[in-house]
């Protein structure tokens, strides 16, 4: 069975955003700007997405 991901890219820079927020970026895997990766669609992934989602962008 393949397993379903979602493709989150960072769009905004976390210059200026709260500690945790670059935390959950960091923890996203997500590095620089324009930075894109696929992950997992779990309920822990989107609930990360979801508290940062002002700086992603998020397909599928």
Request: aromatic share 2%; net charge positive.
């Amino acid at each position: 069975m393949s397993e379903k991901t979602i493709k989150v890219t960072l769009v905004k820079s976390v210059i200026g955003t709260k500690q945790s927020h670059r935390a959950t970026v960091r923890g996203l895997g997500l590095r620089r700007t324009n930075h894109c990766v696929e992950l997992q669609d779990t309920p822990e992934i989107r609930g990360m997405v979801n508290k940062v989602s002002y700086l992603l962008k998020c397909e599928g």
